[in-house]
């Protein structure tokens, strides 16, 4: 963070020291390697310090959204979305990574352009996002931002996942354009990735288990890896083993029209298996591992 309570006009503010502290706001702009944004709070967009904040060697950004849609879009500095004449973001020419968390948004994202999507399309080197939602639907938004053609992996954590994830509505534009994603990870954290099951007490609805497949058709990543809980009081079955199965059969049929299964693993939980989540639900277990044909 930078203090620098000089103003300038003022009788005790000489303009040596402005150009000292703007040459200071440069140098260390210029040698940073990951910046975050925080959204939600007081606008800065006329900051005498924006046009100084050329974050030349940033590889990540990381956005985090707060209270909602609306004032976030409010507190994004209009700045930070300029452009070069090469249509790349002129304050952040070299970012390959992107953290957008939009999970604590209390409404979701407008359909409409907005500062997020002015943001998110000018990172002209973007290579790998990263989306936390409680809604499906932010998550189609929010990838249909990007501006560039392919990226090589999308990945959404299951830190802020539970019974309240909204699936997609009915009514999602099938105009959106996605980037090309080589690989495509719902709900699988990357330390977790080698592992097919391990229950931490995270769990979605059947319905939104459905929505995924929805989602996948709609952004069409070249493989996917999937991997859902569904607690028990979802299934009308007694016999949770035999309705996760037919779940399952269903996700892969349904999938089947534009992938080939990999792999798939279901299991039932009584209780979580890494003893972190003691007192969750007991829940059932799908992992998919799709490649599309």
């Known amino acids: ?34 910046v975050r944004l925080s959204c939600g709070g007081m606008p800065v967009h006329s900051s005498p310090c924006g046009g100084m904040l050329i974050f ?7 956005i985090s959204c707060y209270d909602s ?6 507190s994004i500095p209009l700045w930070l979305t300029e452009r070069t004449e090469g249509a790349g973001n002129r304050h952040l020419p070299s970012v390959t990574s992107l953290e957008c968390s939009l999970a604590s948004l209390s409404t979701g994202l407008p359909a409409s352009s907005n500062p997020l999507s002015s943001l998110v399309g000018s990172l002209s080197s ?3 996002v990263t989306l936390e939602v409680r809604r499906l639907g932010d998550l189609a938004k929010c990838l249909s ?7 090589d992996w999308v990945r959404v954590p ?13 009514h999602t534009p099938g105009r959106w354009r996605f980037p090309s994603i080589d690989r495509f990870f719902l709900f699988i954290d990357e330390e977790d990735e080698d592992t097919d099951l391990d229950y931490d007490g995270i769990h979605v609805s059947i319905a939104c288990v459905r929505s995924c497949i929805d989602l996948i058709f709609l952004v069409r990543p070249q493989h996917v890896e999937m991997r859902v ?44 298996t890494n003893g972190m989540a003691a007192g969750d639900p007991p829940a059932c277990g799908l992992f998919l591992k799709l490649k599309a044909k």
């Open 126 to 128: 973007l290579k790998q």
């Open 145 to 151: 931002y990007v501006s560039v053609d392919a990226l």
């Open 69 to 74: 849609a609306e004032r976030t879009m409010e």
């Open 1 to 34: 963070m930078l203090h620098c309570p000089l103003q300038p006009g003022r009788d005790d503010c000489p303009a040596g020291h402005l150009r000292a502290c703007g040459d200071a706001i440069k140098k260390i702009a210029s040698r940073v390697d990951e």
């Open 229 to 272: 809980f569904v607690p028990f009081d979802e299934f009308d079955d007694t016999d949770k083993q035999r309705g996760l199965r037919l779940l399952a059969v269903e996700c892969i049929q349904k999938a089947s029209q534009h992938y080939y299964t990999v792999r798939v693993t279901y299991d039932v939980f009584p209780e979580p």
């Open 158 to 170: 299951s830190w802020y996942l539970d019974d309240n994830l909204s699936p997609l509505s009915a």
């Open 56 to 62: 030349d060697t940033a590889r990540k950004l990381e």
